[in-house]
């Protein structure tokens, strides 16, 4: 049963820094991994998806990495700002779960001014 | 863009009353999906589509059923509600790859 794990759970940055949240999973048998971010109380948006056949993607100061063979992702923000504070969840959609996506628990993210 | 809305965003019910909740998608996408979000659980799928009048079992489908009559439509039904069914409800839909979600219903049973 494929599991997704980030760490870690909350993490408190200075502006302008660079940093990097780590997502883990147990089946490399996935067709993607997504990226998204959560505001409090709003919905979930979708920042990067990268396939099973790629390596990352990068979407301005955002970039996502895939290592399939050790089960993890990594997503790389650079120069942080205050409005980067969120929620950052991944989400692996894996063949072996009828193609549903698995959630981790989320990397609680605060950049402070 | 694609556009994912949900009905409501904040919703006050009492318990044992009969509650839908809505969702469309104007993507055309063949996959919808109902999701539970709570503090300490993350995300639980409640039910999932794969087509029109297609509906499968997520991880907790207890207490609910769905209803996709429509390609842009998948209700949410509540048959009862109780108070353990508080929550944020969160309604996605996907091509073959990527999930694209609503903004959320804050659903409160008292």
């Known amino acids: 049963k494929q599991e997704v794990t980030q760490i870690p759970a909350a993490l408190s940055v200075p502006e302008g820094e660079n940093l990097v949240l780590n997502c883990s999973f147990t089946?490399?048998?996935?067709?993607?991994l997504q990226w998204f971010r959560q505001d409090p109380g709003k919905g979930l948006t979708s920042l990067l998806l990268i396939q099973s056949s790629q390596r990352e993607q990068t979407s301005g100061r955002l970039n996502a990495s895939l290592d399939k063979s050790s089960g993890r992702s990594t997503l790389y923000i650079a120069a942080s700002q205050p409005g980067d504070s969120a929620t950052y969840l991944c989400?692996?959609?894996?063949?072996?779960?009828?193609?549903?996506?698995?959630f981790g628990q989320g990397t609680e993210l605060s950049v402070k001014p | 863009d694609v556009k994912v809305t949900q009905s409501s965003r904040y919703l006050v019910k009492r318990t044992g009353e009969k509650v839908f909740l809505e969702c469309v998608q104007d993507m055309d996408h063949e996959n919808m999906f109902w999701y539970r979000q709570d503090p300490g659980l993350g995300l639980r799928l409640i039910y999932f589509s794969y087509d029109v009048k297609m509906k499968e079992k997520g991880d907790i489908p207890e207490g609910y059923s769905v209803s996709r009559e429509k390609k842009e439509r998948f209700s949410l039904i509540l048959e009862s509600a109780s108070t353990n069914q508080t929550s944020m409800y969160l309604c996605a839909s996907s091509d073959a790859y990527e999930q694209y979600f609503g903004p959320g219903t804050r659903l409160t049973v008292t």
């Open positions: 089946d490399s048998a996935i067709y993607n």
């Open positions: 989400a692996a959609g894996s063949y072996n779960q009828g193609g549903k996506l698995i």
